[in-house]
């Protein structure tokens, strides 16, 4: 299991990194959830891997898992769930008002200055 | 003190959802609630500072669990003194957002604010690394919204950039904490001062991990070179009085460098050693340099002072990065000042830019209105960035050259020479918006038809200077304190014992 988990977690975060460089709004978003997908999965990994453990106290349990780390993955998930929709509409609005979705800005864009851009 | 420790953090959150939700649509409530709220802060922010001064740091358990296991907020002096440093700012800053009628181009403006102010003063409460994630989330999540306000083209494509550049930060962030969580089984900073110090040697690779990728996170808030390329670009194109308020956004950066690497990473730790502070100063020293070359060469007015405030972060790492007491004294000055500073200049910046119709420093256009003032203004701030006499720039400086006396000549070198690049590339950009303009040459040289200057916006950027005066004039028991704030870093004794560890009362 932990070869699993541990290959899991290597995989997504190479496919997400890869992505992010791809530079265009749509890979990078993806590329973002998947790294974020990597990084909940080592969290949950960071309280030591267990099966059919309780988190909480009962009488009868030959032991426990952590339940400290399951609520940080909770936490995770939530906020990267709300940055992901957060730059979802962004990168969308960003494409419909300049027409690209790439994420550099290969000209240097100025609020200030908008009438010297190509 | 106890219960008010969380009303920073409380106040805003209430205030913003109030202002969402009862007061759509009603720009004067809003404004009324919001300066109303950020005047409160300050007022909650002097009496927390005068408590932390006068008193042993203080923790307040939120949900009444003892520390270890339940989330703490912990006062002590650094903290109380970025609040105060926030409510300051944020006070000066909204009063010009409303004098210059910024917060009516958008939606949602002061609602935001107050999420922003929420962030900001829960990151520096907080004693607690995951806590720390959570509140750099809420500031950023809110940062977004300011950063976008008022929408358009380039400030939505560079948005789009700050947000990505960011979520990678945050999950770098999670990987960190979870590294520390699975070595140490905590994430409270002072219980983890404690583990980290008994640390047996074999988990030393694991905590130097978790150790730099942690120093990644705080180098991009931060804006540390390499890691320093969104904020170019997001502050040129954010709202002036936004850029403005992200002057002391990347100081959460600096701010969470002192915390971690003076209680949980002290340079005396025999697992990670000096290998942050190693770190830390060429980084430190190149942002400087990029900084300085950056004010030199800015096309436009607004990336001309991004770059300075990359210099100041540049000049604020290098004092931090010698983590002595009397270095991070120095640091503290100048983070101050540097905070204030930056924000004047982006605000005149703005104000230059609503009267000039452009920022662009490549060629002149006609005079603006009420030129004589806007100059006067320039002049000031560019003093107070460049670090010369008679503002607390020049002192700032003072301090950190006298505290990196003992090691190389290197620092001295890229300092002074810096300072020069910083002050030829503020009076090319200065002679380009306000003499050239009067050149017979310039295009409608005689016509000044930009808007005129709101008299609240003047009065704001008036307060900002106000503050860097008192701080000059005031230098000797600012420094004091500052010196007793550098002391408590590094005799966390009195920090950990307030968490009172696991017992249960």
């Known amino acids: ?118 | 003190m106890t219960h008010w420790i969380a009303v920073p953090v409380l106040l805003p959150a209430v205030l913003a959802g109030l202002i969402v939700l009862a007061m759509r649509g009603d720009i004067v409530l809003q404004r009324v609630f919001s300066l109303f709220g950020n005047a409160a802060l300050l007022a909650v922010a002097l009496a927390l500072f005068a408590a932390a001064g006068s008193g042993p740091p203080e923790a307040y358990r939120l949900g009444n669990w003892p520390a270890p296991y339940g989330i703490v907020l912990v006062l002590d002096r650094l903290a109380a003194l970025m609040v105060l440093l926030t409510a300051a700012l944020a006070l000066a800053v909204n009063l010009y957002a409303v004098g210059s009628g910024w917060d009516r181009r958008g939606q949602h403006f002061h609602a935001l604010w107050q999420f922003q102010m929420m962030g900001l003063a829960g990151a520096f409460l907080t004693g607690d690394a995951f806590n720390l994630f959570v509140f750099f989330e809420v500031l950023l999540i809110a940062s977004y919204g300011l950063m976008i306000h008022g929408g358009g083209r380039d400030r939505l494509a560079a948005g789009v950039q700050y947000v990505a550049y960011n979520l990678v930060g945050s999950t770098l962030f999670l990987f960190a904490l979870a590294t520390i969580y699975g070595v140490t089984g905590t994430l409270n900073f002072a219980d983890l001062a404690g583990k980290v110090a008994a640390l047996p040697p074999g988990e030393a690779g694991l905590i130097r991990v978790a150790g730099v990728l942690l120093l990644l996170v705080f180098a991009i808030k931060g804006a540390l070179v390499p890691l320093q390329f969104w904020l170019p670009a997001t502050y040129a194109n954010a709202p002036g009085p936004v850029a403005a308020l992200f002057a002391v956004m990347t100081k959460v950066g600096a701010y969470a460098i002192l915390r971690t690497y003076t209680l949980v990473f002290p340079p005396a730790t025999p697992a990670t050693g000096a290998l942050f502070a190693d770190l830390l100063l060429p980084a430190a020293l190149v942002t400087l340099l990029v900084g300085a070359l950056g004010v030199l060469g800015a096309a436009s007015l607004m990336r001309l002072v991004a770059f300075a405030a990359v210099a100041s972060m540049g000049t604020l790492f290098i004092a931090i990065a010698l983590f002595t007491p009397a270095a991070t004294t120095a640091a503290l000055y100048y983070l101050v000042h540097s905070t204030l500073a930056v924000a004047v200049l982006f605000l005149v910046a703005d104000l230059v830019v609503a009267g000039r119709g452009s920022g662009d420093l490549g060629a002149a256009r006609p005079p603006v209105r009420s030129e004589g003032l806007i100059a006067a203004l320039y002049l000031a701030g560019a003093i107070a960035v460049a670090g010369l006499p008679p503002l607390s720039g020049f002192l700032a400086k003072l301090l950190v050259l006298d505290a990196v006396r003992g090691i190389a000549a290197t620092v001295w070198t890229v300092i002074l020479v810096t300072s020069l690049l910083t002050i030829v590339g503020l009076a090319v950009a200065g002679s380009t918006l306000f003499w050239k303009s009067h050149d017979p040459g310039t295009p409608g040289a005689a016509a000044a038809d930009g808007a005129a200057p709101a008299p609240l916006a003047l009065v704001a950027v008036a307060l900002l200077l106000a503050l860097l005066a008192g701080l000059t004039v005031f230098a000797g028991p600012v420094t004091a304190e500052l010196r007793a704030t550098a002391g408590s870093l590094y005799d966390p004794a009195a920090y950990i014992a307030a968490n009172t560890l696991g017992r249960v009362e």
């Open chain 1, 1 to 118: 299991m932990e070869l699993l988990v541990a290959s899991a977690i290597g995989v997504m975060t190479a496919a997400g990194v890869y992505l992010i460089l791809r530079r265009r709004g749509f890979p990078v978003i993806l590329g973002l959830a998947l790294l974020s997908y990597a990084v909940n999965v080592f969290i949950f990994a960071s309280g030591r891997l267990a099966i059919g453990r309780p988190p909480v106290l009962t009488a009868a349990a030959p032991g426990y898992t952590d339940p400290l780390t399951q609520a940080l993955v909770l936490t995770a998930i939530v906020i990267s769930f709300g940055m992901t929709a957060v730059l979802v509409v962004l990168a969308l609005g960003a494409y419909l008002e300049t027409g690209s979705d790439r994420v550099d800005l290969d000209h240097d864009a100025d609020a200030d200055a908008p009438e010297d851009r190509a």
